[in-house]
């Protein structure tokens, strides 16, 4: 298993153009494949970056045998994809202006040792913002 080389692929089920969008716009990153009609779109940091993130259309999941959507309206925060950066303020004002709803400001959470804020994309899912690696 090549764990350190994990991609994140987040399930679309609402709106794919929105959630390329989002990616593209307003986080800054760059499709290397794909494009903002899916089904599936992977973005790199630039052209010249390999992927480190993608998008896959929820409705082509069926085509792995075995696989069956869960039921429910409410999606439970069951997985947080983790953002390290050098600068956190000044990345948190880059996205806010970009329009980035964050849930906070970034604050330091002295259980945790670190500075942190959260966001989510316009499928729901939760991102976490942090300067673990600085303190």
Do not use: H
Not at 23 to 29: A, D, N
């Amino acid at each position: 298993m090549k764990f350190n080389e994990t991609t994140i692929r987040v399930l679309v089920r609402k709106d794919y153009g929105a959630c390329f969008d989002f990616y593209t716009e307003k986080i800054g990153l760059t499709a290397v494949w794909g494009d903002r009609n899916g089904p599936y779109t992977s973005f790199a940091t630039s052209i010249q970056e390999k992927p480190c993130f993608a998008i896959f259309s929820g409705d082509a999941m069926p085509m792995f045998q075995g696989y069956e959507q869960p039921n429910g309206r409410t999606q439970p925060d069951t997985v947080v994809a983790v953002i390290p950066t050098l600068d956190l303020d000044a990345d948190y004002l880059r996205l806010k202006e970009a329009g980035v709803m964050f849930l906070g400001e970034p604050q330091y959470i002295e259980a945790w040792g670190m500075r942190c804020t959260y966001f989510r994309d316009p499928e729901g899912n939760l991102f976490e913002l942090n300067d673990a690696n600085n303190v």
